[in-house]
């Protein structure tokens, strides 16, 4: 075995059976669907809505879903539907940028952990384990305290508070690879330990990381979506899906739309992006991810 398959738990192609075309399946198809379409919305707003996320309309203030506005429009007349388009593109990219920050952490602080000597990686472990036990949206809560409001201060902070739950797999990843028998074979043809942790051991650690990373950034485009809820986080007017929200809670009971049709997009952006990391996940527990 190779070791890659070492480190997965599982045989080689010429031993299992059966998928052959693993990338057809409904599970991922749709879910991979619907984020390519959020991809277009990004990189192509204009395709989808003609019109201009903050253009302000007195006319047309809290009208309901129609042929004009699909999803209405909010307390300024602004349409909704142009706001949510074109808010894709910043909170993906909150929820990208933070999930590469907390990759980036997470490995750095969980390798250490796990080939520093003991009077450094014991305390490294303890300070992964005092960060697990708060929950990630109060660490952001305090990282926002002390960094401030914004696009990019909402990226570390959710970022940040995202490191130990990726470093606790990296040091559980590394203390399975650097027992497997080609990393003891280049420890002792003599490899220099940087080449061996360059070469081998990360290599092989981040691969499985980098699927379950797919996974984190609908989490992080979540909790950014709750930091902005919550007025902590991306300033307004800007067309963040979390602010998006906060502009609609104080008109729910005569305009339920203008929360609840951008929340329905939250919501299936953010399952989206979960089914399709767990399917990722399940193809390379079975080697079909090449």
Not at 44 to 51: D, M, S
Not at 80 to 93: C, D, P, W
Not at 184 to 204: C, D
Not at 247 to 273: E, H, K
């Amino acid at each position: 075995m190779s070791g890659e398959e070492l480190l997965q738990g599982t045989a080689p192609h010429s031993v299992r059976g059966g998928h052959r075309h693993p990338w057809r399946a409904p599970g991922l198809l749709l879910p991979l669907a619907f984020v390519v379409l959020l991809g277009f919305a990004v990189c192509a707003p204009h395709w989808f809505t003609a019109l201009e996320p903050d253009a302000v309309d007195t006319g047309t203030i809290l009208l309901p879903p129609g042929p004009s506005h699909w999803f209405g429009t909010d307390q300024l007349g602004r349409d909704l539907f142009s706001r949510v388009v074109y808010g894709t593109s910043q909170s993906l990219s909150i929820g990208i940028g933070a999930t590469l920050v907390a990759c980036i952490g997470g490995i750095l602080l969980g390798t250490a952990a796990a080939l520093a000597p003991a009077a450094i990686s014991r305390p490294l472990v303890r300070v992964i384990d005092i960060l697990l036990a708060f929950p990630e949206l109060l660490l952001a809560l305090l990282v926002i305290a002390v960094l401030g409001r914004g696009p990019m201060n909402t990226l570390l902070a959710v970022g940040l508070s995202s490191i130990a739950g990726y470093a606790r797999l990296v040091r559980s990843q590394v203390l399975q690879v650097k027992l497997s028998g080609y990393v003891e074979h280049a420890v002792t043809l003599g490899e220099h330990p940087w080449s061996v942790i360059t070469r081998h051991i990360v290599p092989n650690t981040t691969r499985p990381l980098l699927i379950l990373a797919t996974i984190g950034v609908g989490g992080s485009v979540l909790s950014a979506s709750s930091l902005s809820f919550l007025g902590l986080g991306v300033v307004p007017p800007a067309a963040e899906w979390g602010a998006l929200l906060a502009d609609g809670r104080n008109f729910l009971d005569i305009a339920p739309w203008v929360s609840l049709l951008p929340a329905t997009v939250v919501a299936v952006s953010v399952i989206a992006i979960t089914l399709l990391g767990r399917r990722l996940q399940t193809l390379l527990a079975r080697g079909d991810v090449p």
